[in-house]
């Protein structure tokens, strides 16, 4: 199943979680909390978690172009949420996401 993450540098996370998820539950299924949320399109899902200096996001699809329009949908919906906090949304593929080595 493809795969994009993206982390955004915000201070304000935990209320981008909720305004997303409050925008989204009239069409889609949508479950949060004040540290994370899901959001679950018809086309993929969308894994929102709260730091205290970023948001992470994490969108899975059953296919490529799925995947390309979630992404787009959920980083159209939080540059405009976020005002002035949030300019754009840089997602990468999760293979392309370097992780650290393994003390095994």
């Not at 909390?33 to 200096?53: K, T, Y």
């Not at 300019?87 to 003390?103: F, G, K, L, M, Y």
Request: net charge negative; aromatic share 4%.
């Amino acid at each position: 199943m493809p795969t994009i993450n993206a982390q955004v540098p915000t201070a304000e996370a935990s209320r981008l979680i909720q305004r997303l998820c409050k925008h989204f539950r009239h069409k889609i299924d949508a479950e949060w909390d004040a540290h994370q949320g899901r959001l679950h399109f018809s086309i993929g899902e969308c894994r929102l978690d709260a730091e205290p200096d970023a948001l992470h996001l994490r969108c899975d699809a059953a296919s490529a172009d799925e995947l390309a329009e979630l992404g787009e949908v959920v980083a159209s919906h939080l540059v405009r949420f976020a005002g002035d906090s949030v300019e754009s949304v840089e997602w990468q593929a999760a293979s392309s996401i370097q992780r650290p080595p393994s003390n095994s």
